[in-house]
DNA sequence: CGACCCTCTGAATCACGTT
DNA sequence: CAACGTGATTCAGAGGGTC
């Protein structure tokens, strides 16, 4: 079982629980996720079709239906009837995300512009727009364009400043050689002995995405335990890689060839071993400690002296947890931007204090502080 | 003179013609293209306001302020009145394009994809979208997201189905080692010295853009003598670059203090006396590989061990690329440093993986991706 | 003159919990 | 719900000064 280190499991423990972790629902997607409850999903990856022949079985606003793509008024038709598919399924996503969850959809230049001017009318809030780089794009035969190499996705929060969407950047930062991670990923296309082959040899699906993206996305934009929703299934990639990583999943397919391929795909699927996924504790989220704490526990005495590491300020603790410089009496924040001028500072790493061992910043004692705090939570 | 390369000269000889190669018309963009004439216009390139959204001020982690764009001219009451906007003078470039004349629109996730949506909505179609890679983007200072890393360039006809728009595909490749060009373009911003500095010596405008981009640009899309627009003229890099490329140019510009100093810098150009396109192919550089590229591509797997050489640490792989010693979690280098005692370590030719071959380096296995990328680049 | 260090800056939708 | 206080957070490159 998936548990968050700091807490509950984010689901029913198995036993008890009535739906399966990893599954796949066929139908219409639209009407798959009417079923669901709001607000349940942390995270949705969206791959809808974009080609015009799939526009064209869709409807117009009328209801009518758009039966071909020969000619260009067609063409606008159809643009029309795309754009009233994406917003039905778009507006079906919005309400089973959960008010913290977002959304990623991938398309290229025939659709992904008008899909990301639905989002933002309908009251998504870009996040980033992430290029997928393709290492080995097909080339363009006929020499009249640029080699089409890349394909964007769009990743989005149900709301606008939506508050504590995960982004795990720290997580990312470290897998990146310590450089944060830039909206252009660079990967090869799904081919080989990952892409699923029908009964023909052929390939199954003509749009299977790489499990690498897969991965990078909800490695970067989920937790483990969270549900993950995919409302165009297709060969599953979503699952397969939800389920690696120790993420539940839904997903929604109105083909049954593709609904069953993608089942056995993600029964095959083995959990990674859960420490190589484990949430860490990130700076931010860690226990608040006061500065009072270091007084009270012997690490700082009052009347000791603070200094920058530079030496250039100087101020004296008070008993209380405040420092002061001469007359001024405040935080070890506010004090450190007063002497600086500046409008804010974290006191916790420019105050510096003098310890046997040398200059110390008090943010190294805070650390001993939450060590001894950790093994005495071990304790209990 | 100016011509054509395939024939005739696309203008009225020097002696005869009225109006200069080059010029910057002073007025809203709009009104001014209404006095051009339809179908007149061989290549458009517009970078208009981008409609940026968040007032407050963001600070970097130094508390040093960033000078954000605040313009009035990027300040619009909604989605909708930004759309008219867009829509009005997307309609005025179309009327001056020539039924075979293309048109570029560069912009970022705040307003692409709107422009891109009444592009296709007004009947421009899509040739291609490019992605403007930049080498040294502006960092995410706050940790919340990807590091907004590219632009991106539609590149449109005037109609669907359009015939005879100028792709120079054989000049480009030949520039490009033989490959063809792709959809992403890596170029560094505009700094240094082609940065065009007011009498203050801060920036003149806020989102001058290279010259190598523009250069790309009129090089790929258009042909010596042919006559290009840019509809918001700022400091006049697209200008200049036409200039320099032997095409034409008119520019408009709301602004008198751009459209001078821009008149200034367009005479300052000499036209290149043959253009050769092989300097403005800039070589790709060296592809960065991060650990969590060798995890991505099945070289070492979630839960891996690692260790160093003489086997005197042990460390555990995530599925993020990040490291984990027990409760220490954090890159190959932060973690390798942390186990020797050391403030600083080569994560790459420290940690070791055990494979069929025996005790490997992790960098032998990232210059097998390495060696795996140049192939594949190479097979394009 | 090079090596090294410090400073500055670039189209950016850049917290969050408590009171 | 607004105001407030704490405190977490940056990469590449140009340019200038010093040793």
Redesign the interface.
């Known amino acids: 079982m998936v548990v968050s280190r700091r807490g509950a499991p984010s689901r029913a423990p198995r036993g008890l629980s009535k739906t399966p972790d990893h599954r796949i629902l066929v139908g219409d997607c639209v009407n798959e996720m009417s079923k669901l409850p709001a607000g349940s999903v942390d995270l949705i990856f969206a791959d809808p079709p974009y080609n015009l022949q799939l526009a064209s079985d869709l409807k117009r606003p009328d209801d009518s239906h758009v039966d071909a793509v020969t000619d260009?008024w067609d063409?606008?038709a159809s643009?029309a009837a795309y754009d009233a598919f994406t917003k039905e399924w778009l507006t079906a996503c919005r309400r089973v995300l959960k008010p913290a969850g977002t959304i990623w959809v991938i398309g290229?230049?025939?659709n992904?512009?008008?899909?990301?001017?639905?989002?933002?009318?309908m009251g998504f809030w870009?996040?980033?727009?992430?290029?997928w780089?393709k290492?080995?794009?097909m080339?363009?035969f006929r020499?009249?364009?640029?080699?089409?190499?890349?394909e964007?996705m769009?990743?989005a929060s149900r709301d606008p400043n939506a508050k504590g969407y995960t982004?795990?950047?720290?997580?990312?930062?470290?897998?990146?050689?310590?450089?944060?991670?830039?909206?252009?990923w660079?990967?090869?296309l799904c081919t080989g002995s990952e892409r699923l082959k029908g009964a023909d040899g052929k390939k199954l699906h003509p749009t299977q995405k790489p499990e690498?993206l897969l991965?990078?996305v909800i490695?970067?934009s989920s937790k483990p335990g969270d549900l993950v929703l995919d409302p165009f299934n297709g060969t599953g990639t979503t699952g397969a890689v939800a389920k690696?990583?120790g993420r539940r999943y839904i997903g929604l397919e109105r083909e049954k060839k593709y609904a069953s391929a993608a089942e056995k795909r993600i029964a095959d699927v083995e959990v990674?071993?859960s420490?190589?996924?484990?949430p860490?504790?990130t700076a931010r989220e860690a226990p608040r400690v006061a500065f009072a704490s270091l007084i009270e526990r012997g690490l700082v005495s009052p009347g000791a002296k603070l200094t920058d590491s530079k030496k250039r300020h100087k101020a004296i603790v008070r008993a209380d947890g405040a420092i002061s410089v001469g007359e001024t009496v405040g935080s070890i924040h506010r004090v450190g931007a007063l002497v600086q001028g500046?409008?804010?500072?974290n006191g916790w790493s420019f105050w510096h204090v003098e310890t046997p061992k040398g200059l110390m910043s008090i943010d190294d004692l805070r650390a001993q502080v939450r060590s001894e705090m950790a093994l005495l939570e071990a304790a209990e």
């Open positions: 260009d063409k606008f643009f290229s230049y025939h992904i512009f008008r899909v990301g001017a639905i989002m933002q009318d870009i996040l980033n727009d992430v290029i780089r290492t080995n794009p080339p363009n020499g009249r364009r640029f080699t089409n190499a890349h964007t769009i990743w982004f795990n950047y720290e997580a990312l930062k470290a897998g990146n050689d310590d450089i944060q991670v830039r909206s252009d660079t990967f090869p690498a991965a990078r490695l970067s690696k990583l990674v071993p420490p190589s996924i484990a860490f504790m500046l409008d804010a500072c």
